[in-house]
């Protein structure tokens, strides 16, 4: 019984061989792009980023009227990130 099971044994693990060295030969490829995709900014992303930061400058700038309006002084918008 163990003759026929160790005869496909080398048939069973040529396709396993065959799909590491695929992987191999393909992990550098992989890496350098995903690298590339990381270190870049697509222009979503940059218009994300951007209408994030107006948002919370104009938070700011409510909540700083607001504490002005309490406090009966002028508003200080310096203290509000520039967007």
Do not use: F, N
């Amino acid at each position: 019984m163990r003759i026929p099971i160790v005869a496909l044994l080398p048939l069973a693990l040529g396709g396993c061989l065959a799909k590491t060295a695929l992987d191999l030969a393909t992990l550098p490829v992989k890496a350098a792009s995903k690298t590339v995709d990381v270190l870049t900014t697509s222009q979503s992303e940059a218009d994300e980023k951007r209408g994030r930061a107006i948002r919370e400058r104009e938070e700011c700038i409510g909540k700083e009227q607001r504490r002005a309006e309490r406090e009966r002084r002028q508003p200080d918008y310096s203290r509000c990130p520039k967007a």
